[in-house]
């Protein structure tokens, strides 16, 4: 059974920063690329970065160089360190694999206030 789940999110100030992870079972990790999305309030679902099975990252241009995601993949986790948190970042936050999508976990809250 496969099963995402997401964590760290919470409320911060702009320009503050979190660590969100990502938690993963049912699936052979390691060989997945893993990805974040977002969802704001009344908007649909975006991508934001993504990290291959060797650890190559792409990002949205809007988190570009303030956003980091990592893998550990003996821990089948994947994070996204958000730096210097600006009111436009605020969503729910939800991982999943990519291209094959499986099913959405609960996401994490991360509100930012300005």
């Known amino acids: 059974q496969v099963q995402l789940v997401e964590s760290g999110g919470g409320l911060v100030q702009a320009g503050g920063s979190l660590r969100l992870s990502c938690a993963a079972s049912g699936i052979i990790f390691g060989i997945n690329t893993m990805g974040w999305y977002r969802q704001a309030p009344g908007k649909q679902r975006e991508w934001v970065a993504q990290?291959?099975?060797?650890?190559?990252?792409n990002y949205a241009d809007s988190v570009k160089g303030r956003f980091t995601i990592s893998r550990d993949n003996d821990k089948n986790t994947v994070y996204l360190q958000m730096n210097n948190l600006k009111p436009e970042d605020t969503a729910v936050y939800y991982c999943?694999?990519?291209?094959?999508?499986?099913?959405w976990g609960q996401g994490t809250q991360v509100t930012v206030s300005s």
């Open positions: 990290i291959t099975s060797r650890s190559a990252t």
């Open positions: 999943n694999r990519i291209p094959y999508v499986v099913a």
